[in-house]
């Protein structure tokens, strides 16, 4: 957890925190953005090289096409405008990890610029600026510790080396810890629909840096920004900047001034640290690559990409609350991976009540999934024995306790719904109307104060007798049949 | 424009390169006479010419093509087959000049 420093509420409140995120997503392609090289996670360190990513003299950079498409279609997903041309330039700095001495970016022409995602925050929907996108390579991997020799040396892995990127620069239009985490989570599900990246954190194919900064209630200027990098989990971010706004009020209060520099979080402490003063090395003398021609994405590219873009998560969930007569809580749940919301559109489509289907995903399917760690990919149960469940339900062939029995069943065993329900024998519920009607005679000589009330009027406590049919049945009765004799049974008491 | 002596330091340190003070006083005598050959170039009037990073951006092109296509001959579809291969592992670390076999290595560079 994060440590705050102690200020006081009062002096929170004289100070406005302006946070502005910028996100590194890797592209999922198979080759790296300049040379034919595998991107794949986790193979042996300094295996998938060659000059161009070791930065040999005399090896040039040929870009990857699908780099191109995957960073417009995200583009094109945040509502950015495409620059039809866009150049790369080098920015230069030294370090070792950079073994060409720059990494090859884009800087005064990216892209894609203004675009933006819609956030929930605490005041209702807002509108978050995304400054820009562009395309760069990524550097490779220095380890500092956990191998011999590791007290004086650095150890270099340049496998990540070439890397395809996009960075996505959002405005500072974001004003609480909270708005970044929102702003974070908004922005991967989009990332996560348009399929050009899996977002894995743990892989650091995310990775996030924020720039915070705050002012004066009422002052137009920015107060000076400290960047937090090193930030591995959306809850850490969240944590960071909320220590680094505190942080920097503390330092305003005494008297001091907030230094630019970039700082690093300490999870265990909750803490930020000062990593290195920025005032110098910020100099990265960029300057167009030579090597590369501009990139040019014109109307007829744009179009063919555009083609590519799927329907996004709000747009998705907006019509699956419409077409299926979902609650929106429901369209939450279900549109939180496109692979589950596919899966639910599909069996929502064979199912003769979609909304059975919707509350059977969440109530049955979820919670086993999680329980055995499995995504919905894996489910034993498929779709279609979703669909083919709902619809026993609906019809009343079966209970609800049959079903839960049957999705056991199915964890259990690694079965579909259909082949378990019919192993079983294709189970009916009871729908014996004598032994039912004995039951309701029984539950209805056991409470005669409850039926003393509906007498009186208290229609509302039939639904009390059919908690206690069901029960006594053993949750095996058919609700509505249940519902039906029900009826008739204390209507009959009304006349005697 | 004139290259100073500070402006030498500046960009050696950023580089991380040291120089000595003979070096320093060589730097700034060649920078000097290279930008001031270049500086010729100032003579011409530009004003009406467009910005260009590379002049293949006007003579590298496909002109008979359009947009996008113009240069798409620069750039390549997403696949490994049929295109250079990584090194073998041995021989991308054959030149390092440190290494343990599996990384290159570099006197600590640690940013806490």
């Known amino acids: ?496 | 424009m004139k290259v100073t002596d500070k402006d030498v330091s500046y960009v050696a340190d950023l580089s991380n390169v040291e120089l000595t003070d003979s070096e320093r006083v060589r730097m700034v005598r060649d920078l000097n006479s290279i930008l001031g050959y270049i500086e010729r170039l100032s003579e011409l009037d530009t004003a009406k010419v467009p910005a260009m990073a590379q002049v293949s951006d006007r003579y590298g092109a496909d002109q008979s093509k359009q947009g996008s296509e113009r240069f798409a001959y620069a750039s390549r579809e997403d696949v490994r087959e049929g295109l250079r291969a990584s090194l073998p592992h041995a021989e991308a670390m054959a030149n390092a000049p440190g290494s343990d076999a599996t990384f290159f290595k570099v006197p600590k560079v640690i940013e806490r």
């Not at chain 1, 053993?474 to 204390?490: H, I, S, T």
Request: aromatic share 6%; with cysteine; glycine share 6%.
């Open chain 1, 1 to 496: 957890m994060a440590t705050t420093p102690s200020i006081s509420t009062a002096a929170r409140a004289k100070y406005e925190p302006i946070i502005g995120l910028e996100v590194h997503v890797q592209l999922l392609t198979a080759s790296k953005i300049f040379c034919s090289c595998s991107t794949q996670f986790g193979a042996p360190p300094n295996t998938n090289v060659c000059p161009v990513c070791l930065g040999l003299p005399g090896a040039l950079p040929v870009l990857n096409r699908k780099v191109v498409e995957f960073a417009t279609l995200a583009a094109m997903a945040l509502q950015c405008r495409i620059n039809e041309t866009s150049i790369f330039s080098r920015k230069n700095y030294f370090y070792p990890d950079l073994p060409k001495g720059y990494q090859i970016s884009q800087f005064d022409k990216p892209l894609a610029e203004l675009g933006f995602l819609v956030i929930q925050s605490a005041n209702g929907p807002k509108r978050i600026g995304i400054t820009r996108l562009h395309v760069e390579e990524d550097a490779g991997k220095s380890l500092h510790e956990g191998f011999a020799g590791a007290a004086d040396s650095t150890a270099i892995d340049l496998n990540r080396s070439g890397v395809p990127l996009i960075e996505i620069v959002s405005e500072p239009d974001i004003a609480t810890a909270d708005e970044a985490y929102q702003y974070l989570t908004a922005l991967k599900e989009i990332i996560l629909y348009t399929g050009v990246s899996d977002c894995n954190m743990e892989e650091g194919s995310l990775r996030c840096d924020a720039n915070v900064s705050v002012r004066p209630v009422g002052q137009e200027k920015f107060g000076t920004k400290a960047e937090v990098k090193n930030v591995n989990s959306f809850r850490f971010i969240k944590e960071a900047i909320e220590y680094e706004i505190e942080r920097q009020i503390e330092v305003i209060e005494s008297g001091g001034k907030v230094a630019q520099e970039t700082r690093l979080y300490n999870s265990v402490e909750g803490k930020t640290y000062s990593m290195r003063s920025k005032e110098q090395a910020h100099d990265y003398r960029y300057f167009p690559e030579p090597d590369l021609l501009p990139l040019v994405v014109d109307e007829k590219w744009q179009a063919e990409i555009r083609a590519t873009l799927p329907e996004l998560p709000e747009a998705r969930r907006q019509r699956m609350v419409t077409e299926y007569g979902i609650t929106p809580q429901d369209a939450a749940v279900l549109t939180e991976t496109r692979a589950l919301a596919d899966q639910f559109e599909s069996a929502a489509k064979a199912a003769k009540n979609p909304k059975r289907v919707a509350n059977l995903v969440q109530s049955e399917l979820m919670g086993r999934l999680k329980a055995k760690g499995l995504d919905i990919e894996h489910s034993p149960v498929s779709m279609a024995g979703v669909a083919a469940s709902a619809d026993l339900v609906e019809s009343g062939a079966i209970s609800g306790k049959m079903l839960k029995d049957l999705y056991n069943l199915c964890f259990e065993r690694g079965q579909d719904f259909l082949q378990v329900y019919d192993e079983a024998g294709r189970p009916e519920q009871s729908r014996d109307t004598s032994a039912l009607e004995k039951i309701i005679e029984e539950v209805m000589a056991a409470n005669p104060k409850q039926l003393e009330q509906y007498r009186a009027g208290k229609k509302t406590v039939i639904a009390f007798f059919v908690g206690q049919v069901m029960k006594a049945s053993k949750g095996q009765a058919n609700p509505q049949m249940v519902n039906e004799l029900l009826a008739r049974k204390l209507a009959t008491k009304l006349n005697s």
